[in-house]
């Protein structure tokens, strides 16, 4: 499987020029973001206890997620900002909606559409990261790039432990396809999805 940015669609120049014309709204987003990350991580540790290097990296995820929280939590706070109650993703929600019943068809689904929602997040800070100008945003912007690229590959990884190439790849196509259309369907606003 080819482990570049696998997303079918870019993200297009006005979710740029949104976000960085609304960057403190969208850092409210992001942070938002993160602590919800960790707690998807966490919960995959509780869903399935049995499997030892899920676990493993779930907690390490869920720990990373978490400092990255913290780190945007001090940018917002140094702009004079306070976090508001979390908002329901549209993107996020529309993606789970293609998480199938069945142990094992949940599992794959819950790892396929966690590595689509951070290939997708990597792709977005890197355009933030490369918009922004010199400075300690832009340093931090590549930073999380780089994480939420290895992100992404965890979790195909993991799909590895547990299913085929051939599985994998035929519902990974499936799930880049419908990323995409949601990506062009949900109308742009300064957050991360």
């Given at each position: 499987m080819d482990r570049d940015c696998p997303?079918?669609?870019?993200?297009?120049?006005?979710?740029?020029?949104?976000?960085?014309e609304n960057f403190d709204t969208?850092?409210?987003d992001h942070a938002a973001a993160e602590k919800k990350a960790s707690g998807m991580a966490l919960s995959m540790?509780?869903?399935?206890?049995?499997k030892a290097r899920l676990v493993l990296a779930m907690a390490e995820l869920a720990v990373e997620e978490m400092?990255?929280?913290r780190e945007v939590i001090k940018i917002i706070q140094s702009r004079g900002l306070t976090l508001g109650a979390d908002v329901k993703d549209p993107y996020v929600n529309s993606i789970r909606g293609l998480l199938r019943q069945g142990s094992e068809l949940y599992l794959l689904d819950r790892l396929l559409t966690a590595g689509v929602i951070e290939a997708r997040g990597a792709e977005r800070f890197?355009?933030?990261a490369k918009a922004l100008p010199e400075g300690?945003?832009?340093?931090?912007?590549?930073?999380?790039?780089?994480?939420e690229d290895r992100h992404f590959e965890i979790f195909l990884d993991l799909a590895s432990d547990y299913f085929s190439t051939e599985i994998i790849e035929s519902r990974w196509q499936e799930i880049l396809t419908f990323?995409?259309?949601?990506v062009t369907d949900l109308p742009i606003r300064a957050a991360l999805h």
């Open positions: 997303l079918k669609s870019p993200s297009p120049q006005s979710w740029v020029d949104c976000v960085l969208f850092l409210l540790v509780s869903h399935y206890p049995d400092v990255h929280f890197g355009l933030i300690e945003l832009k340093t931090f912007y590549r930073s999380i790039t780089r994480s990323e995409s259309q949601v």
